[in-house]
T-cell receptor, first 109, second 111 residues
Framework: KNEVEQSPQNLTAQEGEFITINCSYSVGISALHWLQQHPGGGIVSLFMLSSGKKKHGRLIATINIQEKHSSLHITASHPRDSAVYICAVRMDSNYQLIWGAGTKLIIKP | KAGVTQTPRYLIKTRGQQVTLSCSPISGHRSVSWYQQTPGQGLQFLFE???????NKGNFPGRFSGRQFSNSRSEMNVSTLELGDSALYLC??????????FGPGTRLTVT
């Protein structure tokens, strides 16, 4: 079993829909990261959080430490949001980053 | 502030050769991590350096090695290249192992 699990693996939605991507982990962590990778593009850090909730524009990230779960939400989705979204956790034991497999999101106009 | 730079951007090598990739972190960042990305495997962690010391290492064979210099620049070396080493190699820097800032990557093709 992977230490970081993302769901769904693939998600296709219509423009304007509310999107939720989930990340569950099984290790103790000091922080959780959400990153975005566009096709053929580089990887961009979206959020780093250790508790509660963060918001940036149409993106919202939440984390529940007790349940070892985080969600990334996109409101009013747009085709330019089409990308792979990756969750990664920083282990609190050895500070290693463990990466999820990513969620491929396609937003259709 | 300049971003993370990686050189070269593209590289073609032959099986059995060795290759060295370079990464210059954002000024002030002392942590550098290396990743391999292939279409089938996603992002695979190679190693992480902080202040010239390797802090963590992924599950890659000993052919993969790295180092970090006193100016925080890092190099990654792969010896005895195999076809399966063809991938995008990404470097990320961070301040004290915080938020990761990725470089554009080096696309390595082994023929």
């Amino acid at each position: 079993k992977n230490e970081v699990e993302q769901s769904p693996q693939n998600l296709t939605a219509q423009e304007g829909e509310f999107i939720t991507i989930n990340c569950s982990y099984s290790v103790g962590i000091s922080a959780l990261h959400w990153l975005q990778q566009h096709p053929g593009g580089g990887i961009v850090s979206l959020f780093m959080l250790s508790s509660g909730k963060k918001k940036h524009g149409r993106l919202i990230a939440t984390i529940n430490i007790q349940e070892k779960h985080s969600s990334l939400h996109i409101t009013a989705s747009h085709p330019r949001d089409s990308a792979v979204y990756i969750c990664a956790v920083r282990m609190d034991s050895n500070y290693q980053l463990i990466w999820g497999a990513g969620t491929k999101l396609i937003i259709k106009p | 502030k300049a971003g993370v730079t990686q050189t070269p951007r593209y590289l073609i090598k032959t099986r059995g050769q060795q290759v060295t990739l370079s990464c210059s972190p954002i000024s002030g960042h002392r942590s550098v991590s290396w990743y391999q990305q292939t279409p089938g495997q996603g992002l695979q962690f190679l190693f992480e350096y902080f202040s010239e010391t390797q802090r963590n290492k992924g599950n890659f064979p000993g052919r993969f090695s790295g180092r970090q210099f006193s100016n925080s620049r890092s190099e990654m070396n792969v010896s005895t290249l195999e076809l399966g080493d063809s991938a995008l190699y990404l470097c990320a820097s961070s301040l004290l192992m915080g938020e990761q800032y990725f470089g554009p990557g080096t696309r390595l093709t082994v023929t």
